[in-house]
């Protein structure tokens, strides 16, 4: 059973930045997808940004396109979530998540493995 835990949440200013870590139990091979996902306060959980196992494209919502990105690396079982020039309205519960032979990956639904979250507060 793969094991995901995310770290790096915290209280930040807006306009700064904060990168999320996610840490896997053991190493993913290229067929697995891998994403970053979110859920504020009485809203739906929502894709971030991922990539696919398919051709390792990525994806990012059209709210954080130019500000997060996504990157992994395979030597250490991890994977990250960079973000920069925060909001207010990034504040959310931030989850890694990561599925296999996974084609279509922003949706939660499609994902198999999950961390327990990691809170990311944007506030002045």
């Known amino acids: 059973q793969l094991q995901l835990v995310e770290s790096g949440g915290g209280l930040v200013q807006p306009g700064k930045s904060l990168r999320l870590s996610c840490v896997a139990s053991?190493?993913?091979?290229?067929?697995?997808?891998i994403g970053w996902f979110r859920q504020a306060p009485g809203k739906e959980r929502e894709g971030v940004t991922c990539?696919?196992?398919?051709?390792?494209?990525?994806y990012y919502a059209d709210s954080v396109k130019g500000r997060f990105t996504i990157s992994r690396d395979n030597a250490k079982n991890t994977f990250y979530l960079q973000m920069n020039s925060l909001k207010p309205e990034d504040t959310a519960v931030y989850y890694c998540?990561?599925?296999?032979?996974?084609?279509?990956?922003?949706?939660?639904?499609?994902?198999?493995?999950w961390g327990k979250g990691t809170l990311v507060t944007v506030s002045s």
């Open positions: 990539i696919s196992s398919a051709d390792g494209s990525t």
């Open positions: 053991r190493f993913m091979q290229d067929h697995y997808a």
């Open positions: 998540a990561a599925a296999q032979w996974v084609r279509v990956c922003q949706f939660p639904e499609g994902m198999d493995y």
